[in-house]
């Protein structure tokens, strides 16, 4: 997989696409058993779930709804803005539902916190997040992301569903800056 160049920065695979797929293969096992007699809700954060979203449902054996929501705190910016626009609202029935959050990447944590109190104001049987990528280290906000794909470092990443300026987000694999890299700091939860 050759290098991304953005300008003088230099991006090269932090995980590749089949470890991606694997985990996600494991966390849809877990999330069929844990939900088995049960029709959960997932609920994408858009943008960045899109392609995590997909792939997450297809390895969920089960009957299960999905539906979309659109958040946006970072808008083309590294650094996010500290406040969340909601830009799509969600359209499904969430009371008495057992809600499955889905996201690409848990920074801050501000997103998860706008959709704990946005569902707050329902009243849902259950609602349990899970995330792709975790940055512990980068933690703000006091939220609990219950199935994790994969912790790493606070640094900034792109692909698969992530972006830099809007774009990067169809790469299959997950990108990070090469001086960031250093492979053996990434860590499975
Ligand atoms: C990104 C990402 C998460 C959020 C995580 O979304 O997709 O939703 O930031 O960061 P947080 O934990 O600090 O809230 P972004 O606002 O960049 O929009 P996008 O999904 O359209 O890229």
Do not use: W
């Amino acid at each position: 997989m050759a290098p991304i160049k953005i300008g003088e920065d230099r991006f090269v695979v932090m995980l590749p696409e089949n470890r991606i797929q694997e985990r996600i293969k494991e966390l849809g096992e877990q999330l069929t058993r844990d939900y088995a007699g049960r029709t959960p809700v997932f609920i994408g954060i858009l943008n960045g779930s899109f392609l995590f979203m997909s792939d997450l449902v297809k390895n969920y054996q089960g009957d299960c709804e999905i539906d979309f929501l659109k958040l946006s705190s970072y808008g083309d910016e590294k650094i996010s803005s500290g406040k969340v626009r909601m830009l799509k609202e969600l359209n499904c029935e969430v009371n008495h539902r057992d809600l499955i959050i889905v996201e690409d990447i848990v920074d801050s944590g501000l997103s998860i916190k706008f959709m704990e109190e946005l569902i707050a104001q329902h009243t849902p049987a259950s609602m349990k997040v899970v995330s792709l990528l975790m940055k512990p280290n980068s933690l703000k906000y006091d939220v609990k992301i219950d199935y994790i794909g994969f912790n790493i470092p606070d640094k900034f990443v792109i692909g698969y569903g992530l972006d830099y300026q809007q774009k990067f987000r169809n790469l299959r694999d997950i990108y990070a800056l090469e001086q960031d890299i250093a492979v053996d700091s990434v860590t499975l939860d």
